[in-house]
């Protein structure tokens, strides 16, 4: 499917198909997703519509195993970042190939299509050395190889294993790229160029013509939360570049697709509108029925991701998102996380043991 | 004058009276407490009639007294409580003062309304309502604020220098089935503790922890499904939010395809996986049950939760004694919801600061 889309091919099997053939095949190996169909009133056997797949939860990757393998056959097991109350999400994989294979081309598609030579790609955030179990940092290296030109680690993850943002590393790597006029691509969580723009004040990092930024994920604490919008006007004048060039990313350990923002290669497309690849789709469901709403109503994502062969085919997150445009190409925009319920008494909140603000 | 212990306890004794004639013609504040609650009618008898501190010795009302202190005025926030929490609130604010002002919850302000009536109707004119009391207005003495983390650090934010801030923040209720526990019993206690607010109070029981393996979890889960189906026949479930219903919905797939959920038609049980991390389910009747091989297990296990723990229910008190905070109510189970009217029921403010 991953080479069909890069051969803009069609895809060699429906959606609902596939979705539907990898429900089976979860629900076969693993009690539990069997007992969660069964429980929905859905027959494995018989579905015929992706949409109809029960959707995994996050939080069960919180409390149990959620694979298809037996443990000694684990590669590489991501964690999700942790709480106030110390518990971290698992999402393990015994073969990345598939992961790898479909981000790169995805991410090319929104980030990098135009590249013609490796260019220079520096990651805010950690080497691979240093969060080993982190899936955004994975991505990032995965992006290292495919687009990047070669580069010494201490110039390409900027943040080390304190914390610490290499301004420094940066400079060069940026003065480098002016001098030879190759586009840059920057990648980093939404906390680290928080943490950059504060560093960088009023002055500004002027970056080579044609370079274009990927920001992701929230902000879970580790820095001042900055409006998106007001994020993407600060780094487009902190880099000097347009708005369009700062790409939105939305992916989660939970799942092995991202979505990208069209904005960089898609003049029509509003910013803050998420494209699907064509293995994963996202449905806004009703958190309490969990079932599809209306186009264009709100619900929590339901994402059915095919790259989850060996997890969960469809996650349940806790995302508010609403569909726009055309029905099956439009897109999707996303409304952050849906709010927990608030304390009615005394009884303490989930959100507020948890410590997340809100609610 | 000088206001010895004895004229504090007959103070707060004089408020118990008030309450006691509130009670005896209940019938438009049950109402009153149904709409403002969502409660069922018979959610608001059972607090009613059972879980209001009506009877209190001398002894408790004399550690009530000593925790109050002697303050030039109190002013009480009830932002988030359950209703007959206003009692106690309003108890500790009269022991420590001669001027209590009271601001009731906006969402929730019949009990807290109709008891400083009865008390001023009984002569008691040293306290009153207001409801429009600006925190940073108060200018003396303390300030007595229940609520959320985020509500008790607002009003501690917004208070004038000098004046005291008590917070009373959120919590829960934990039950510990120890090892030599008839479950059936067990169960049948949990399950009285469990519907009485819905469990939207800071005492009610959220997890229950079961020394023993899998299958003694799973034991007390049966019989708590079918004590919480029983007791639903006669307390039924009052109205549940729809963002309490979405996370009914999100806990039970999750317990469901980690391990087993019992789903009644107005509660819910999770039985977690063994050795997995503890999940505060929602409240309105949910109750996540995990097996602990050994008390040290347990301990481990609610290690990461115990800031929010506030009471603690067993047939094994000298065991749950052992892994709980300090600062926690340990009672028998079936009790949880009637501590004595000795204190606040949350004791970590007296345990933290």
Redesign the interface.
Known sequence: MVAAFEASAPAPEPFDTLACDLARYQAARIE??A??CR??GIDVATVTNADDV????T??F???R?ATFPPEETHITFRTSGTT???RGEHAMRDVATYDAAAIAFGRRWLARDFDKPAPVVVLGPPPSHAADSSLVHMCEAFVRAFGAPAPAESTYLVDGDGVLDLAAFDERVAIALARAEPMLVLGTSFAFVHFVDAVGKASFDLPHGSRVMQTGGYKGRSREVPPAVLRADLARVFALGERAIVGEYGMTELSSQFYERTLFDEASPLGVYAEPPWARVVPVD????LAVPHGSVG?AKVIDLMNIDSAVAV?T?DQVRRVGPENTGGFELLGR?????????????D??LGR?GG | MVRTAAHRIADVRRLLLAARTILEKRADLVQAIVESTGLSTEGVELALGSHVELEATDEELSRLVAWAGDVSRVAVVLSANVFVGALRAIALARAASDDVVVRPSRRDPAFARALVGAANALGDTHLRIDEALDVAGVQAGEIHVYGRDETIADVRARAREGVRVRGHGSGMGIALVGAAADVSHAARALADDVVVFDQRGCLSPRIALVIGDEARALALGDALHAELDRLGATIPRGDVPKDERAASSRYVATMTYACRVLVGSQHAIGIAPPGAPLVLPPPYRHVHVAACASLADAEQLLAPLARAVVSVGSDDLEAARAIVPPWARLSALGRMQRPPLDGPVDGREAKLR
């Open positions: 539990g997703y007992r969660l429980a929905r029960p959707a995994v939860p939080d069960a919180k409390v149990t959620v109350i110390g518990t958190p309490d029925t969990l929590i349940l806790q849906a709010p927990g319920a608030p304390a009615r008494g005394c009884s303490i909140a989930i507020e043991l603000a």
